[in-house]
């Protein structure tokens, strides 16, 4: 970018003279721009023409012409940005935050949040971290896992607030033979992100690759064959009634990306731009269902952020700001609401060191001992585990006889961050008790292998709840390698016999309850305990709507909108 290249140059000029006029000469500006005399002269007026410098020349070879910078390259560098980004030229923008990594923050605050540009409703989002590849059956990240459901569809999708699966790519379902075949049927007319006509064909060759992929294998595994009967119907044969089949379909694993370009879709957003300092989302034109009202999303990452206390989008990933700078103080919470997922803690009945009597003494010392409480994690951020979800309460450890503990255990946890405060507080607590508590720290976010597992005594982690919490619990104890890991052999069977019995419920009301008594049985052996929710808030200055928290704690992009500026000037 031609633009991009000027300011790089001026940034050199400046460097070595300064914001004070100098006498130099021609000779003397081509040395520092690598460039002929003659090139030189010419950029000089080029730069003169835009007002970035003053340059006086006097007559006769060699004599000092008098050069003044007038602008700053920060300054320039704002002004351009903002030139660029009203424009919607994304690119150009990117380009010129990069000539400046370690200001970015400074310079794109102006332009954060919802905003109007080049005809077209923006949202900017200023983000902590750099963003794992966009691919769903590879990512584990929170905010990853909200944009892939943002950028591809499945048959079937989960809406924000209604935990039953919802038409997606097939307009409804049937269901016969007793609950082992489901026929999908597709809208006509359906179109990918880079406008090619979607096509059953496709679906079946990505489902049958689905089928062999480890992270999604586990959502189809009772699936005997899938077929094309019609080009807009897809066939499911099953070996067991499954009436989870709706739920697994709309799940992350089970998304459709073209068979052929995997980083294709046909969400409500197609990805624009994938960098490691911009992600840039833009509204399908050719979405199937209701269009979104913002037509840009754009995630700049800026790992640099203000240290804690300082205004800023991103004081904790479970707190999230929409807006500029100028706006941060005016912004208030527009929704809250307590994390269905949680924090546990697991015990490793495989390994063999902690039994499951020492393993209720454990969780029953942990009670009694007000631990999560006194965790110092602020209140407005965490909240210690009652229920697993309503209604499942957490039973109480009670040990009647007196269980010694191991003399030492192993504890491996991964983020979130703060469970670093949680394995601190349960080595001392385990230390009074005659037990030494080695922690060992992971930083991945999903658990790896059943031989990382077996390193471990105790498993600490999270897991997330979506939009159906009962399903989501159901394909956590088919797909996580925490419970392969974890039960002994015989738990395990018991495991997979209990699942196959409970999908075969049609009625959802015994399905739920079958599943419930199952995790209480699993809670009363101490093998898996919820120790804490997240509080999750966002806050949105007063000009963003539509702003509505989903399960995982992000704001659904399709529903927040901006209205249109508006010159409020009387006439």
């Not at 939009?467 to 738990?491: F, M, N, V």
Request: proline residues 8%; contains cysteine; hydrophobic residues 40%.
């Amino acid at each position: 970018m031609r633009l991009v290249h000027r300011l790089s140059q001026y940034q050199r000029l400046y460097q070595q003279l300064g914001n004070a006029p100098v006498a130099v000469t021609i000779g003397e500006l081509a040395a520092m721009f690598y460039c002929s005399e003659r090139h030189a002269r010419t950029l000089v007026q080029q730069l003169q023409d835009q007002d970035w410098l003053s340059w006086h020349s006097q007559p006769g070879r060699g004599k000092r012409a008098r050069l003044h910078c007038l602008k700053t390259p920060d300054e320039l560098r704002a002004q351009l940005l903002q030139q660029l980004l009203q424009q919607g030229n994304h690119q150009g923008a990117l380009e010129m935050a990069q000539l400046d990594p370690l200001h970015l923050q400074d310079l794109l605050s102006p332009h954060l949040g919802g905003q109007w540009q080049a005809g077209s409703p923006t949202l900017r989002i200023p983000y902590y971290r750099t963003l794992e590849a966009l691919d769903p059956l590879t990512l584990t990240g929170r905010a990853e896992q909200h944009l892939v459901s943002t950028l591809h569809a499945g048959l079937t999708r989960l809406m924000t607030g209604n935990p039953e699966p919802q038409p997606d790519l097939a307009h409804h379902w049937q269901i016969g033979e007793h609950g082992l075949r489901w026929r999908f049927f597709l809208r006509s007319q359906l179109r990918w992100h880079n406008g090619e006509p979607l096509t059953g064909q496709q679906l079946l060759q990505t489902l049958e690759k689905l089928q062999r992929h480890p992270r999604s294998q586990p959502s189809l595994a009772n699936v005997a064959h899938i077929s094309l009967p019609h080009p807009l119907c897809i066939q499911f044969d099953l070996r067991l009634a499954d009436y989870w089949l709706a739920h697994r379909l709309a799940e992350l694993p089970c998304l459709m990306t073209h068979p052929e370009l995997p980083t294709i879709g046909a969400g409500p957003f197609k990805l624009a731009l994938n960098e490691p300092q911009l992600v840039r989302l833009e509204q399908h034109a050719g979405y199937h269902l209701q269009h979104p009202y913002l037509d840009t999303i754009e995630y700049w990452i800026t790992p640099d952020l203000p240290t804690a206390g300082a205004d800023t989008s991103c004081q904790h990933p479970v707190r999230i700001t929409i807006g500029q700078q100028d706006d941060l103080a005016q912004a208030r919470p527009v929704q809250r609401s307590m994390s269905l997922g949680w924090c546990y803690l697991a015990l490793n009945l495989r390994h063999g060191v902690l039994s499951e009597a020492q393993g209720q003494k454990l969780l029953m010392l942990i009670q009694q001992s007000g631990l999560l409480s006194r965790l110092p994690i602020p209140n407005s951020v965490i909240t210690p585990s009652h229920e697993m979800l309503p209604g499942w309460r957490i039973p109480s450890q009670r040990i009647e006889e007196d269980v010694p503990l191991p003399a030492r255990l192993t504890l491996l946890y991964r983020p979130p961050v703060e469970l670093e405060t949680v394995t601190v507080a349960l080595r001392r607590l385990l230390a009074q008790h005659g037990c030494e508590l080695e922690v060992r720290y992971y930083a991945g976010k999903r658990w790896q292998s059943e031989a990382q597992i077996a390193q471990a005594d105790l498993l600490l982690a999270d897991n997330l709840i979506g939009e159906a919490p009962e399903a989501t619990l159901e394909s956590w104890l088919r797909q996580d390698t925490l419970w392969r890991g974890i039960l002994t052999e015989s738990r395990w069977q018991q495991q997979q016999d209990t699942l196959r019995q409970i999908q075969q419920l049609q009625a959802q009301q015994p399905r739920f309850a079958q599943l419930q008594a199952y995790y209480q049985r699993l809670m009363a052996a101490a093998i898996i305990t919820p120790l804490f929710h997240y509080q999750y808030q966002i806050s949105a200055p007063p000009r963003m709507h539509g702003v509505t928290l989903t399960a995982h704690g992000w704001f659904d992009f399709c529903q927040a909108w901006l209205p249109p500026p508006v010159d409020d000037a009387p006439a």
